[in-house]
């Protein structure tokens, strides 16, 4: 005969504090999704704030279909959606004009991310963002946010050299675009994992007359092999030695890397430097939708609760 268990229930431990200037500035974060990731997920709802912005990632090989669908889901949600648009895996301004209406017919998208992309060689007639803008069809379809990509740690694919000579002649072209057009624009970077060279780019810009906001990236919760692989692959190469020394530990080898020391130095910052140009956090799941958005709630206190909560 089992003995019964008289043990008092476990009580829930008290809410978490968290750490106010981090929680200011996890305020209205974004994040990124593919149709794939995004298909696992049963209810975004439970995960994400009333009208977070999620980015809808358009890998190469990927149908436009599928990345209508997902927007269609996430705006049905009530998220703000922003899809990407590669350059480089656009053939041609009748492609790009389909994708635009098609987009805004079936699932009201106003915004999008405008990148060159990962392609080495251009599909057809597009290699930049530039040139996608050029096009004049974002701001015939009254598209009301376009953002364009940043690199804090510099893009040999734009710069061979390792400098960021060409980076910031196309930064100044944007900036001078956002001023003749009424779309709101910004910059949403490639992930970093150290503040320090993240302030230091984000104040040179400011210095050469680039005031484009920026939406720092940042990679969620993820194991350690995870983001050195995707650091690898992406070129971010001053940071990959924060994950470097951290593999050489073997206390915290085995633990999964959250961006909580970057995104405390970076809040920290913020809140002594009020005109400090960062403007928004923008999260790479690198570990999964659900890993990330359950940090974000533990760390960003009220306004990371999820919309269904």
Not at 30 to 50: C, G, H, N, Q
Not at 285 to 305: D, V
Request: charge should be negative; hydrophobic fraction near 45%; glycine fraction near 8%.
């Amino acid at each position: 005969m089992a003995l019964l268990n008289f043990k008092r229930p476990a009580t829930p431990d008290a809410a978490k504090p968290v750490n106010p200037e981090l929680e200011m500035f996890l305020k209205d974060y974004s994040i990124e999704v593919m149709p794939r990731t995004a298909e696992k997920v049963e209810d975004f709802r439970a995960l994400l704030p009333e009208g977070t912005r999620v980015y809808i990632a358009h890998i190469e090989g990927t149908p436009i279909e599928d990345m209508v669908t997902t927007a269609a889901r996430l705006a049905a949600d009530g998220y703000n959606v922003m899809p990407h648009f590669p350059a480089r895996i656009i053939a041609n301004e009748a492609i790009l004009s389909d994708w635009i209406d098609r987009y805004q017919s079936e699932a009201g998208v106003d915004q999008a991310l405008l990148l060159a992309g990962g392609p080495p060689k251009p599909a057809g007639e597009f290699e930049s963002s530039m040139q996608l803008i050029e096009t004049g069809l974002f701001d015939k379809a009254g598209f009301k946010r376009l953002h364009v990509a940043g690199h804090p740690e510099g893009n040999r694919d734009i710069d061979p050299d390792g400098g960021d000579a060409m980076v910031m002649e196309a930064l100044r072209w944007k900036q001078a675009f956002s001023e003749r057009t009424d779309a709101q624009m910004a910059i949403a970077t490639q992930f970093a994992f150290e503040a320090d060279p993240v302030i230091a780019w984000a104040n040179r810009l400011s210095a050469e007359g680039i005031r484009l906001p920026i939406h720092i990236g940042v990679a969620g919760p993820a194991k350690l092999q995870t983001l050195i692989r995707f650091a690898i692959a992406c070129g971010v190469g001053p940071s990959l030695d924060v994950l470097q020394k951290r593999a050489k530990d073997v206390t915290k080898l085995l633990l999964p890397f959250e961006p909580t020391d970057i995104l405390k130095k970076l809040a920290a910052h913020k809140a002594a430097t009020p005109d400090f140009n960062i403007e928004a956090v923008h999260f790479f799941p690198l570990g999964g939708i659900k890993t990330n958005a359950q940090w974000a709630i533990e760390n960003g206190g009220a306004s990371t609760r999820p919309a269904n909560t």
